[in-house]
């Protein structure tokens, strides 16, 4: 996103929460001012000296690594830095609702988010999980945020079967929003782009054949 957002005045204002970090590893998501800027912030700190802290410092690294490669893309947070020991990512306030709160989508935007997710999949990165709560409108411009669980393929992974399978489910899960907001059903060729291959339908059996012995 374009880092024009207005001023805030004052860094030791109260932050507000927008999220409350309640399963594991879910970090507190506040909304605060950081150098005169309207900032988030996901504040992993409660796990401060616990043993889990080392994977929460992994978690704001890649997230903060991922934000830095999108950095002055207009469908990304601008990343202003990790903080508190590596406990806490800090990036840009996008202001507007997400696409699980907006009233009215337009399927010029979810046009857009789509020209944007082939951005991101020809840049090797992978969101993973693409949900409404995860995508911010912003005067009609989709913005992607929480990268916790975006993947980053090395440069001769793309075409690897895990990697397209990642593309394809994060496409899936965008067609899905768009027929739950807009109405608008995948076309011929979506749903051909999003179908699974067979080595996937015969994993996914497999997973709930085991799913079931294990549970009875
Ligand atoms: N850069 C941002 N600007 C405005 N709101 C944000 C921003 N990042 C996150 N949020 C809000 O905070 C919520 C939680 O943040 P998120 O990164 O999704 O955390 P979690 O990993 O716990 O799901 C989002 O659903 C969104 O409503
Ligand atoms: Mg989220």
């Known amino acids: ?7 805030c005045v004052d860094d030791t204002a109260p932050a507000e929460l927008l999220k409350r970090g309640e399963r594991l590893l879910e970090p507190d998501v506040y909304r605060t001012c950081l150098n005169g ?25 890649r997230e903060a690594r991922i934000l830095q490669r999108l950095s002055g893309w207009k469908h990304a947070p601008a990343l202003l830095g990790t903080m508190v020991g590596g406990l ?46 995860n995508v911010m ?6 913005v992607l945020v929480d990268f916790t669980s975006a993947w980053r393929t090395t440069r001769w992974l793309p075409v ?7 593309r394809r489910s994060d496409m899936k899960n965008l067609l899905k929003m768009r027929q739950r ?26 997973w709930k054949r085991f799913y079931r012995w294990f549970k009875a």
């Open 37 to 61: 800027q309207p900032a988030v912030v996901k504040d992993y700190t409660r796990y401060r000296g616990t043993p889990l802290s080392p994977v929460a410092r992994l978690l704001v690294r």
């Open 160 to 166: 690897h079967p895990v990697s397209r399978q990642l």
């Open 1 to 7: 996103m374009n880092t024009t957002a207005a001023s």
């Open 88 to 133: 806490a990512l800090g990036m840009e306030f996008i202001p507007g609702q997400t696409l699980s709160t907006a009233h009215s989508v337009g399927i010029e935007v979810f046009e857009q988010l789509q020209h944007a997710l082939g951005r991101l999949h020809a840049a090797g990165i992978t969101h993973n999980d693409l949900h409404g709560t």
């Open 181 to 206: 907001l807009t109405g608008t059903r995948p076309s011929a060729s979506e749903a051909a782009q999003v179908a699974d291959p067979r080595w996937v339908a015969g994993v996914r059996v497999a």
């Open 137 to 142: 409108v912003s005067g009609g411009v989709p």
